[in-house]
């Protein structure tokens, strides 16, 4: 038997899993691609709205919806990428900051206009819900699925960027563009490619998150800060930093939470104002 | 790129003169800003809080324009200042200057003793250290609600008329009046600031931080000098909402208002002396006019005027246009 | 430089305008509203009401058109409200204030009515102090002392004898708390234990382990509504916490229609204080949420009956004073209205301004295989205990 605050720990992993699928995808195009993207969290918010519409409207099913989710929000993101971002892939950051805010703006209008302001519930299978008993201890069924994708799709990804073909272009791309290109890599398509590939993680990030966080138009930028905690103190373009700094924000936030509820809401900006002053460049970060 | 200046040779004194120099343009910008007296009396409560959000912005651009420290976090002396400017009316006096001198002063300790963290960082790492003080400043003020109300709001600020003689009226006649004229003394300073060798440096540490010192500049110094600068201005400006409006609630502190004059400044024009001002207008105008319109949709309007600025014209308003006017020059 | 700003301020006067309105003239309400941000859910809600009222009730009082300009002031603004209030007074050239959903940003408003002497409505924004700001405001809605301490009080006269208190740590839920606090112990219970938690980023599970590691007789809490009731609820099932033993207590924003339906069945049992719920049984609010269902597609909410029983008031007063919208005729006239809401029996209370109305205690059920509130207890003539209590000191 353990005692419950294992329990409560596991509950802090798996709310670090969501904000791991969320922010894995900014780690990839800030940290390789050099972009600074403010709208990421306006595809994630995309992804939930996909998954609401298909589960309200069409009765599918919520794990059907997932690879929806998943796909419109890479879709609608090579589009933008291909119009927009391409052309600011040079431009200063702060071109970049103002191009990307404006559009998560639009976002949250978007939205509200088509969906509403309301909260969106949905009601994901009655098996996914309440928890199960292991050694003592409530584990949330919800949680534990939430832990199981954020395992995949850190495994999934390292292994895509570290063993494939394409990885080695991407990781050639980042390195060193002119060399990539005289080599034949194609390295616009790649770009493209790792960036829908960065939001539609987003997008799966947001339908996850409807079941544990709600959703409302307001998501593009609240989950903006977490997301952007999780990158730094993962380290830019780490995935394996994303992970570990996930699993330390959320861990540290619930388990001083428990003992010091006093400090509840300065706990996750002290652990993360300590982590950088520690390591400026994040847990795994290089520069 | 420009094969015309190369042969001219150009001193730093001969460029700082130059710089210095009072263009016809900007004695223009100023007596306009006295125009909605005359033309908008209705609108002077928006002018005033564009005026203070102006100086605010000009705060930001001095460490992010000039000398390269992109900060989130930026509302924390902005919210000190108004917190300092409400408290201090609600206990010692309601004299507005010597709450603004305090105010200034509190957020000027604070941004001295937060430089020599911020000054050891660059990029992203100072961005989300910057972020994050600025957020714990923000649940701190929460839960010290003893002293500033917490998400009421600080109850009990009392500001006496400016000078003695113009009370803070319905139609901001006065909050636009005492804005101005603070923006533009502050401005003033800033401008010569700026033009002066110490501005030059900024310039510098904005390029090549590691590289100054070479050249007898110590960066981190110059860093944390102006760092301070810049909260006392923020300091001003918040202090100054907090007195014109007479009202202060947690939203000084937010990471909304941190994020909001990063936009305001970029829209304008970063490194340049105007282009808070400018951003500060235009957005906080469009603002206005589109949430007039449509209450619940404004935010499609403002990300798109965002966007096409971006598209139309590189490094914001101030900084597009003065490339164009240089294009259309070498015609 | 001086001498500029004295040059100004003296000139500036010259542009002083006459306001003079006219009987015949339309009667400008300005709203002030969080329409777009965080709170814009509430805000939709509160001008639906309005809407549904005008529909009702035809857009003419007293001969003289009703004419409503809306704001919005996105999110706990103050310095933006009282911009918008004053804009609204000297531009706009508004005879009434109204909606106000936030605290600071209604406090702010008040400033501008006491100064122009503008009746201000507030219609949500639920802390006790804020008519005692200006003589001019008045409340359409109730406080949420009103709602905790009548269910403490309520719970501890219903076999309740032991709770744990669970709010957000800002000072709506520090209101909740000392309200439901000071009702328990009036009606004999004891408080076991207390948490504040952190407003933002809520993950609940911490906190409700520590309520359970108490093993408490019955929870109290306040949570702000929208996304976090759900959580709270989900949080509780997966903690293990059985709402049909532990008395999970709490006010109208955690039972709402979309925390009922994310929650689901985790739902059942829990008892909430309410001064308005769709579901009541009376006709005058079946009427109202069948019209409210036709108009907006959805079911009113304590917002939207707050922003419904604001016009009513204003009509009321405006009835009595034929259309005349000087502030002290008009509050005075507004002191002695009674009305019959879809809440239920309403008037103002002439010394503080405030509502005083019925209080549900409700209880989440099945019904029809759908989770309702289910009306359980109710306390008639509710008056906000804060100004009581300072009535009380006074004499």
């Known amino acids: 038997m353990l005692p419950p605050v294992f329990g409560v720990l596991f509950d802090g992993i798996a709310y670090g899993m969501l904000l791991f699928v ?54 609608v993101s090579v589009a933008v990428e291909r119009t927009l971002y391409r052309r600011l892939y040079r431009a200063s950051d702060l071109d970049q900051v103002l191009l990307t805010i404006g559009l998560a703006f639009m976002s949250i209008a978007i939205a509200a206009w088509f969906f509403g302001t309301t909260q969106q519930p949905i009601a994901v299978p009655s098996y996914m819900r309440g928890s199960i008993s292991v050694l003592g201890l409530n584990l949330g069924i919800y949680r534990m699925f939430l832990v199981a994708v954020g395992i995949a799709v850190t495994v999934l990804l390292v292994l895509a960027l570290e063993h494939t073909r394409f990885g080695a272009q991407v990781r050639a791309a980042v390195d060193n ?18 960036f829908a590939l960065g939001s539609g993680l987003a997008g799966l990030g947001g339908a996850l998150a409807i079941e544990i966080v709600g959703l409302d138009p307001q998501f593009a930028l609240v989950y903006l800060v977490y997301v952007l905690i999780i990158v730094s103190v993962g380290g830019l373009g780490s995935i394996a930093g994303s992970f570990a700094a996930a699993c330390l924000i959320g861990m540290s936030d619930i388990a001083g939470k428990y003992y010091v509820p006093q400090l509840g809401s300065f706990l996750i900006y002290l652990v993360m104002v300590a982590v950088l002053m520690w390591r400026p460049a994040g847990l795994f970060g290089k520069r | 790129m420009t094969t015309l200046d190369a042969p001219r040779t150009v ?28 033309l908008f009396p209705t609108y002077l409560s928006l002018a005033s809080q564009i005026a203070i959000t102006g100086l605010f912005a000009l705060s930001l651009d001095l460490i992010l324009g000039y000398a390269g420290i992109v900060s989130l976090g930026h509302a924390a002396f902005f919210g ?9 009316s609600k206990f010692v006096w309601g004299e507005p200057f010597s709450g603004l001198v305090v105010a200034a002063a509190v957020a000027g300790v604070v ?120 909260a006392i201005i923020a300091g001003i400006a918040g202090g100054l909402l907090a007195q014109t409006t007479q009202t202060v609630a947690l939203e000084v502190l937010s990471f909304e208002r941190s994020a909001d004059v990063v936009v305001m400044l970029v829209l304008g024009g970063a490194g340049r002396l105007y282009g808070g001002l400018i951003g500060a207008m235009v957005y906080m105008i469009a603002r206005d006019q589109f949430s007039g319109i449509a209450p619940q949709y404004w935010y499609f309007w403002i990300g798109a005027l965002l966007v096409i600025v971006v598209m139309l014209l590189p490094n914001g308003i101030l900084g597009g246009l003065s490339a164009l006017l240089k294009r259309w020059r070498r015609r | 430089m ?50 549904l009222y005008m529909k009702q009730h035809g857009d003419t009082v007293a001969g003289r058109k009703i004419e409503i300009i809306r704001k919005d002031v996105g999110g706990i603004a103050p310095p933006v409200a009282k911009r918008l209030a004053q804009e609204l007074v000297v531009r706009d050239k508004v005879d009434l204030l109204a909606g106000w959903l936030l605290t600071p940003n209604a406090i702010a408003g008040c400033d501008v009515s006491k100064e122009a002497k503008k009746v201000s409505v507030i219609m949500n924004a639920a802390t006790s102090i804020i008519v005692d700001k200006s003589p001019y405001c008045i409340r359409s809605a109730f406080t949420l002392p009103m709602v905790t301490t009548t269910l403490g009080h309520w719970a ?95 006010t109208q924003e955690l039972t709402d229609d979309s925390a009922l339906t994310n929650m689901g069945d985790t739902a059942l049992g829990i008892i909430t204080g309410s001064p308005y719920d769709h579901n009541l049984k009376s006709k005058i609010n079946q009427d109202f949420v069948a019209a409210y269902r036709k108009e907006f597609g959805a079911n009113p909410n304590f917002f939207s009956a707050g922003g419904y029983d604001g016009m009513t008031l204003i009509y009321a007063g405006l009835k009595l004073t034929k259309g005349d919208t000087d502030g002290d005729k008009l509050i005075a006239a507004m002191k002695t209205a009674k009305w019959t809401s879809p809440r239920g029996p309403m008037m103002i209370d002439p010394k503080t301004r405030d509502a005083v109305e019925t209080i549900y205690i409700q209880r989440v059920e099945k019904v029809g295989g759908k989770l309702v509130n289910v009306e359980i207890g109710k306390v008639e003539n509710v008056r906000d205990p804060v100004h009581e209590a300072m009535m009380k000191t006074k004499k």
């Open chain 3, 2 to 51: 001086r001498r500029l700003f004295y040059a100004s301020v003296a000139t500036c006067a010259l542009a002083l305008t006459p306001v003079t309105s006219q009987a015949a003239d339309p009667i400008k309400i300005g709203v002030v509203l969080p329409y777009s941000g965080q709170f814009a859910d509430g805000a939709k809600q509160v001008d639906e009401g309005i809407k």
């Open chain 2, 11 to 38: 001193t730093p004194q001969g460029y700082l003169l130059r710089q210095s120099r009072w263009r016809p343009i900007e004695v223009a910008f100023w007596l306009a800003t006295l125009l909605p007296f005359w």
């Open chain 3, 156 to 250: 501890a006269k219903n076999g309740v004898k032991k709770a744990y208190t669970m709010v957000s740590d800002y000072a709506p839920g520090h209101d909740a708390e000392k309200g439901f606090i000071e009702g328990f112990k009036a009606g004999g219970g004891e408080i076991v234990g207390s948490v504040h938690m952190a407003v933002a980023n809520p993950d609940f599970s911490a906190y409700v382990q520590r309520a359970k590691d108490l093993n408490p007789e019955a929870i109290f809490v306040f949570i702000p509504g929208g996304a976090q009731p759900a959580a709270f609820g989900k949080a509780l099932a997966e903690r293990g916490i059985d709402t049909k033993k532990v008395k999970v207590m709490g």
């Open chain 1, 22 to 75: 969320l922010s894995v995808g900014m780690s990839v195009t800030l940290g390789l691609m050099n972009f600074v993207n403010l709208a990421h969290c306006a595809f994630a918010m995309l992804g939930a709205y996909v998954t609401v519409v298909l589960m309200k409207d069409f009765d599918w099913n919520f794990f059907a919806t997932l690879p929806m989710a998943f796909a419109a929000a890479a879709l």
């Open chain 2, 111 to 230: 941004g001295y003793a937060s430089s020599f963290i911020i000054s050891r960082f660059r990029h992203l790492t100072l961005i989300m250290i910057t972020l994050g003080l600025g957020l714990l400043l923000k649940e701190a003020a929460n839960s010290a609600h003893w002293l500033t109300g917490g998400s009421d709001g600080l109850q009990g600020i009392d500001i006496w008329p400016v000078l003695g003689v113009f009370n803070f009226d319905l139609y901001g006649r006065t909050a636009y009046g005492y804005a101005l004229g603070v923006l533009f003394v502050v401005f003033l300073f800033a401008r010569r600031l700026i033009n002066s060798p110490f501005g030059l440096a900024l310039r510098g540490i904005r390029e090549n931080f590691v590289r100054m010192p070479a050249i007898g500049a110590d960066s981190h110094a110059h860093i944390r000098k102006v760092y301070t600068i810049a």
């Open chain 1, 177 to 194: 563009q002119r060399m990539a290109r005289g080599l034949g890599i194609d390295v616009d398509r790649t770009f493209a490619v790792t």
């Open chain 2, 80 to 88: 000190i200042g108004a917190y300092t400017a409400g408290i201090f």
